[in-house]
């Protein structure tokens, strides 16, 4: 059994599941070390965040992310990326 991983780009195969090291958290409750090291630059962005009304976001296959004051514009942009074959 496959799952996709967070990119849509692959998928995460039975093997890599199994795999018996103490980061997998498929296996372990909690692994012996950080699985995320944020950078400073996103620790500072989190505790002063700026001062927008852009809740909403979404990202293109190329990497490029929008982002909007409504759900309704979110949708629309992502209708349109899937006309256009940006969106996976």
Not at 50 to 77: A, I, M, R, W
């Amino acid at each position: 059994k496959e799952f996709s991983d967070y990119t849509g780009n692959r998928a995460i195969t039975d093997v890599e599941m199994k795999d018996n090291n103490p980061y997998n958290t498929y296996l372990v409750q909690v692994p012996v070390g950080p699985i995320c090291n944020p950078s400073i630059e996103a620790i500072e962005a989190a505790i002063n965040p700026n001062d927008t009304n852009n809740l909403f976001f979404l990202s293109d296959v190329t990497g490029k992310t929008y982002f909007f004051e409504s759900y309704n514009e979110q949708q629309s942009k992502k209708q349109e990326l899937i006309k256009a074959g940006k969106w996976n």
